[in-house]
């Protein structure tokens, strides 16, 4: 079984700070994801990286940034959190197969709450 | 703007009955579609798609429909189980790059023993 996990569950921050949230997948997976979701928003991808020391910038990257220096960990910085970056933070990631880079493989989430 | 929408919050179904959950589309371009199931306290799972070369796949008890015409997906679930009371996200995809899927805001599948 494909497992993904994140580094915490719960995090609260205060505005400012710099805040990392880390991924750890063991499929020797190539794509790895990070989206955030928000009530009647549903996921929206912030960044993607297709191997090491490769990212994409998602829909969304403004405020964040990314780093993958080992192909089975992707980590997720924000540079100066502030309140609109509460929100739920789900990192995926996929491999060669039937559904390619679409059937990710998700951990379950990390709820980050910046006062 | 949202181009997978999915218009129903919520669904309620007695065990045992059938569960339709439904999925819009704006993009004519999409070319691959998925639906992903959520439980409290995890990540999506992957649950079943299909390409738009056909109009249905079939996985057990879980069948999606494609209708492009309409631009319209949607996932039979039959017969429910309250085990299936999770978020159904539906996703539509173009082409190959990650920033070419899509999901809707999900529905909230209750399924009452």
């Known amino acids: 079984d494909v497992k993904v996990t994140q580094s915490s569950r719960y995090l609260v921050k205060r505005t400012g700070e710099k805040v990392f949230l880390e991924c750890v997948q063991d499929?020797?997976?190539?794509?790895m994801f990070w989206y955030r979701q928000d009530p009647g928003l549903g996921l929206r991808l912030i960044y993607f990286?297709?191997?090491?020391?490769?990212?994409e910038k998602g829909d969304i990257p403004e405020g964040y940034s990314v780093s993958r220096e080992k192909k089975e960990r992707f980590s997720l910085i924000l540079e100066s959190a502030s309140t609109n970056q509460t929100s739920m933070y789900l990192c995926?990631?996929?491999?060669?197969?039937?559904?390619?880079?679409?059937?990710?493989?998700f951990g379950p989430g990390t709820r980050l709450t910046v006062t | 703007d949202q181009q997978v929408k999915q218009n129903s919050p919520s669904l309620s179904v007695q065990e045992g009955r059938i569960s339709i959950l439904n999925c819009d589309y704006t993009?004519?371009?999409?070319?691959?579609f998925l639906w992903y199931k959520k439980y409290p306290a995890e990540g999506p799972t992957f649950l079943i798609s299909i390409s738009s070369i056909k109009d249905k796949n079939e996985d057990g008890r879980f069948t999606v429909f494609l209708n492009k015409s309409a631009k319209h997906l949607s996932l039979h679930i039959v017969p429910s189980q309250p085990g299936d009371s999770a978020v159904y996200f539906c996703a539509a995809s173009w082409g190959t790059g990650a920033n070419n899927l899509f999901f809707g805001t999900g529905t909230r599948l209750t399924v009452i023993p």
């Open positions: 990286s297709y191997d090491v020391k490769m990212k």
């Open positions: 993009n004519s371009m999409f070319d691959y």
């Open positions: 995926a990631s996929s491999g060669p197969g039937g559904g390619g880079i679409y059937e990710q493989y």
């Open positions: 499929m020797d997976h190539e794509n």
